[in-house]
């Protein structure tokens, strides 16, 4: 393996669920870092950069959702979540705070591996000519994942709010359907995936400094989707 290969790091207190992904994953050719704290995790981002972390939320010294934001939004990073915790209010939160994916333990290693190749898949760009959009005034850098205004300051975004928004400026003028969001970014219908759309599509807004009460770029077609409505240039 080389730098150049995607790097996934396991946070799990589990010893045993650690060594199961590790080798999963390194069979089907990732590079893998296990942790079993969040201190020691958070420590090793210091000189790392992982490209997506599986993440259990029942660790001995935090909570994981505590660790998501902070990883979706400073590291730009995948997140799938592994944890025993079923609760749809669970599922919510981790999606809301700015998770990819939510796996309820237990799991088949070989489903985890076919979630991160997806993933990895769909977060990787077809070239590097297509990460940065202009839009209303605005630039999107998708490979430092910040949106900059007309006067030159920075906006960041988070990986997931990052979909969500390439979603809508690859498909400008163009209604969008739960349905084609849904298949778009990967998730499971229903109650967990519409309310982390809804908390995504929001966050965007307030960076985009869009008046909640009346947007003016993503507008929401009640009972049908939402349609992004400003022109888009690709460079």
């Not at 739960?178 to 309310?195: H, I, K, T």
Request: charged residues 30%.
């Amino acid at each position: 393996m080389t730098t150049d290969t995607p790097l996934v790091t396991i946070l799990d207190d589990e010893p045993e669920i650690r060594a199961m992904l590790s080798s999963a994953l390194e069979e089907a050719g990732y590079r893998t870092m296990g942790f079993s704290r969040a201190t020691e995790f958070e420590a090793a981002l210091q000189t790392i950069t992982p490209d997506l972390c599986l993440l259990d939320l029942s660790l001995p010294d935090r909570d994981g959702l505590t660790l998501i934001h902070r990883l979706a939004l400073e590291k730009g990073a995948t997140v799938i979540i592994i944890s025993g915790r079923a609760q749809v209010q669970d599922r919510v939160t981790g999606l809301e705070l700015g998770a990819d994916d939510y796996i309820i333990k237990p799991f088949d290693p070989a489903e985890v591996v076919a979630r991160v190749r997806a993933r990895l898949r769909r977060d990787r760009p077809a070239t590097t000519a297509t990460q940065t959009a202009q839009f209303a005034g605005w630039t999107a850098h998708f490979d430092s994942f910040v949106l900059e205004d007309e006067s030159g300051a920075e906006v960041p975004f988070s990986h997931a709010e990052g979909e969500v928004l390439r979603l809508f400026l690859e498909r400008p003028k163009r209604l969008i359907s739960r349905a084609v969001m849904q298949e778009a970014l990967g998730g499971a219908a229903g109650e967990s995936f519409d309310r982390a759309m809804d908390v995504r599509i929001s966050r965007l807004r307030t960076k985009l400094r869009e008046d909640p009460k009346n947007p003016r770029l993503i507008k929401t077609i009640y009972g049908a989707g939402y349609i992004f409505l400003g022109d888009v240039r690709w460079t």
